[in-house]
């Protein structure tokens, strides 16, 4: 049976890996405007952090406001982006935050709106074991 979409189309994977990046720079910058653009502005987004889960968009620009960590470094690894269409995409990679010691997933969910790209669900998990 044929794919009902075609995967990985080479201009769709560089649109995603530079909405991905710009995400990356604005997180590692703390670059809220930015952070709160790339999230779908809808009672349906989602975001499961390391110690919050979040439901809608209100609530990941509150959490996003509130946090005081300012910039920070870290070091990505293994990133996979697949897209599935046109409209539709996944990104996932892993991390070394600076400073710390225990190494970071992170899933981002996107959609193509008519305002571009935007994360609809995000996941972001630490490994190894908690203390």
Do not use: C
């Amino acid at each position: 049976m044929p794919e009902p979409y075609p995967v990985n189309l080479p201009d769709v994977v560089a649109e995603v890996r530079a909405v991905f990046d710009r995400y990356e720079a604005a997180l590692t910058a703390n670059d809220v405007p930015v952070l709160e653009e790339l999230f779908l502005n809808a009672p349906e987004t989602t975001r499961y952090g390391v110690g919050e889960n979040l439901y809608g968009w209100d609530a990941i620009s509150a959490f996003r406001r509130a946090r005081r960590t300012g910039a920070f470094r870290r070091r990505l690894m293994n990133t996979v982006i697949t897209t599935y269409g046109r409209d539709f995409a996944t990104a996932n990679t892993e991390y070394q935050r600076a400073g710390h010691a225990r190494p970071g997933r992170e899933t981002k969910t996107l959609l193509r709106t008519p305002q571009g790209w935007r994360i609809v669900s995000a996941h972001v998990s630490l490994l190894g074991e908690t203390v």
